[in-house]
Structure formats: C-alpha cells, structure tokens
C-alpha cells in the first residue's frame, strides 16, 4: 500500500472506532431499533414504553446522533429524531475494510512462514 | 459467538504447526509481519505494546491484552480495532476478540482468524427490526449476517 493510500485507510479508520461503539451498548440498539419500527419520534414517545429516564435517553440519542446514525430536528415544542440509513452502510463498508486487511495480513503472515522468517 | 458480528479468514501455509505457530505467538515474529515492533513477549491477561512500523502509521502505538495461549492450536487477544486516533482514548470502549486456530491440513497449516465482537449487536433482531421499515436495509444487514458463521 502507498503512504497516500495507508493516510486514507488511517483517516477512514478514525471514523470508524466510534461507529462501533456507538453501537456497543443495549440502550442505544434498542433506540434504534424502536425508531425503525416506529419511524420518527419525539423524546417523549420514547420514554414513554422506556424504563430508562429521559435525560438518559437524551444523552444516547446525543451519541447515536454524534456517531451520525440518528439526526433530530424540531418540530414546533418537539424535538424529532429519525434514523439515517446511510449509516449503517457505513458499518458494513468498515466491517469490509477491516475484512480485507486481514486478508493482506494473513498474507504477509504466510509470506513470513514460508519465505522470510527463522526456519 | 453466534450473536456478534465476525470477520472470519482462512490462509493455509506451507509450513509445520509448529513452525507457523511461533510466527504467530512470538511476539517479536507476530511483530514482523504485522508490522509493529512489540516490547514484551504475550502473556495471558497482560497487555502487550509496541510501535507500529507499517509506513504512514508510525506515529500509532499498538496494544492488545492477550486472553489465551494454548500452544500450537489457539493464540487469542482482545484490541480496540481501528484505535488509531493518538488523541482518543480508546479505554472505554467495547474491544473485540481476535482468535487465531491452528490445525494440520494437507501437509501444512490452515490458519483461521475470527475477529468478533464489532458491536455487540445481535443481527437476525436488528435485521428483523430494520426490515419493518425499509427494504434497502434488510439487503445491508444480510452483508452484515454473512459475516456471521
């Protein structure tokens, strides 16, 4: 890989650490996962059926929305928040990218085995 | 394992297990190929650090904390993937499970890396949540699920 390459591939991996850990939390998932059944909703709809409080759910919906895979927008009094579908295409083409460094690492382990290394 | 996200790559190696086993848990070898220059041997429950030396990155400094050492057939560790950002601290977030097994096969050695533990993120509930509400997403997350052994 050129070093232009390599600063790329560094610049894509820093947006990718907080994409999975935006989404390493229950909380959150189902959050996500009530938005895409309902469709957008207000914070207060989402507390409504919730055990967690709503300044918990604010500050979920805040790293869920940092992380890009919610935006919100007011509506009148109301804050909405909607699901951006985009985003979770972002996390498959990471999950692809780290797919192939290992393909290019396991080929560097092979080529170290069977050429370079110590017998 | 079933229930998270893995990438999942198999490499089979012209070599003796013993030999492609050493290149893996050495940590000086593992540190050859993978370009990254290690400062301690791997040891079970312990953190193991070092430079990496792969042009471009050089300014990253590499961990993982070793979680199993069984010799000639699995060398296992936990990392932050992608904690390259030098200004982010990367402690509090979920790591993932990098497992390397080693079996004989064809005079050789098939090695087989499964990297677990993306998201936590169960993928038949999501999939079947996304699906509800528009198509597109279904056809991602089964990408997603193909990477589920």
Known sequence: ????????????????????AALGDATRLQLLMRLSASGPESIAQMSEKSAVTR?????????LSDAGFVAGERRGREHIWRLRPQRFRDVQAQLDRLSKQWDDALERLRAFVEHEGPP | MSSTNEIRKQMLIKAPQSRVWRAIADSAQFGAWFHVRLESPFVVGQPTSG?????????????????AIEPETRFAYRWHPYAVDVKKDYSSEPMTLVEFLLEPQDGGTLVTVVESGFDQLPPERIAEAFRMNERG?????????????
């Open chain 1, 55 to 63: 300044q918990a759910i604010t500050k979920h919906l805040q790293v």
């Open chain 2, 137 to 149: 997403w279904a056809e991602q997350l089964d990408n997603i699920r193909a990477h589920v052994a």
């Open chain 1, 1 to 20: 890989m050129s070093p232009d390459r390599t600063a790329v591939a560094a610049r894509r991996a820093q947006d990718a650490a907080p994409l999975f």
């Open chain 2, 51 to 67: 430079q990496i030396t792969y042009p471009g990155w050089e300014h990253v400094r590499f961990t993982l904390r070793t979680e």
